[in-house]
């Protein structure tokens, strides 16, 4: 699961516990304007193929955690429950796209489009 944060214009991202070593990272930040959309999406996270692993881990139907490469770039993941995922769409990034589990999906989608629009 991820946590985020929002400190005037960044959005931060800490993975919690255990996934820090599944994921192979502890944290993301990156400025708001370089989000291009967020959206609750547990599609995304479903199934077992998530692109090429890079860094991280796999298990299918249970954890989905690190980077990997999908349709041309790269997405990280850090995933145990699809229905609880949010997907944001990046620019600028080293990362295309993030699929993250957060506690509540509608509310952090409201609080990241509320913080871009205020950054605006």
Do not use: C
């Not at 692993?53 to 249970?62: E, Q």
């Not at 609880?84 to 600028?92: K, P, Q």
């Not at 589990?101 to 990241?112: H, L, S």
């Amino acid at each position: 699961m991820v946590d985020i944060s929002i400190e005037g214009d960044r959005i931060h991202l800490d993975v919690e516990g255990i996934d820090q070593l599944w994921a192979l990272r502890s944290h993301l930040e990156f400025p708001l304007s370089h989000i291009q959309s967020v959206r609750v999406d547990p599609a995304a996270a479903r199934g077992w193929w998530h692109g090429l692993r890079l860094f991280g881990s796999n298990i299918p139907g249970v954890l989905a955690a690190g980077t990997f490469y999908q349709q041309g770039g790269l997405v990280f993941y850090d995933v145990h429950d699809p229905e609880s995922t949010i997907v944001l769409e990046l620019n600028y990034e080293r990362y295309n796209r993030l699929i993250v589990e957060v506690e509540d999906p509608e509310g952090a989608r409201a609080t990241i489009d509320r913080a871009i629009k205020a950054a605006t």
